[in-house]
């Protein structure tokens, strides 16, 4: 099955910097790859999803890039706010099996004031 | 609210009791799932619903536990004989579509503690 990895397990930006989270998948045939956050005591909240046929997206401040030749896709925040702070988790889904989503191990991202 | 709802939020039970939890998901939502997630992991695929149909679970499911969907609309997850290693968050989400690459909608969760 799919195993993705996420990298770093902990991330401390100041205010205002950029913060970047990467994550790697083992399975060619995944092609769906949705990033969610997950805020103390709250539900993980999709933010920013993206699929084989694309390499870049941009929603605001959030964009992800996707590198189907080496199996891995990222996180990119600019302009990093306090609200920011939260545990991000990436997600792959194979072509072959949708309704499977396979989560990396999360990033907890510290924004300092 | 119209989002995935679950109760009960938190449950304390001593090992060897049965324990139940309910998800409600988004109501057009044909698609439900249950996931685990144990503290700084990611969420675990454990079962996966298509309208009342189980179609699929995860080698972590046990016999222990059990999961229905009557009449495609709210799920419960059972499990039996609870153990130490069961203490997580458990989690449903739902999601709408007939492709594959429709987003999960999560709900918050029930934290199971088994003492």
Known sequence: ?113 | DTGVSQNPRHKITKRGQNVTFRCDPISEHNRLYWYRQTLGQGPEFLTYFQNEAQLEKSRLLSDRFSAERPKGSFSTLEIQRTEQGDSAMYLCASSLGTTGDSPLHFGNGTRLTVT
Request: charge should be neutral.
């Open chain 1, 1 to 113: 099955g799919e195993n993705v990895e996420q990298h770093p397990s902990t991330l401390s930006v100041q205010e205002g910097d950029s913060a970047v989270i990467k994550c790697t998948y083992s399975d060619s045939a995944s092609n769906y790859f949705p990033w969610y956050k997950q805020e103390l005591g709250k539900r993980p909240q999709l933010i920013i999803d993206i699929r084989s046929n694309v390499g870049e997206k941009k929603d605001q401040r959030i964009a992800v890039t996707l590198n189907k030749t080496a199996k891995h896709f990222s996180l990119h925040i600019t302009e990093t706010q306090p609200e920011d702070s939260a545990v991000y988790f990436c997600a792959a889904a194979p072509l072959y099996n949708f309704n499977k989503f396979y989560f990396g191990s999360g990033t907890k991202l510290n924004v300092k004031p």
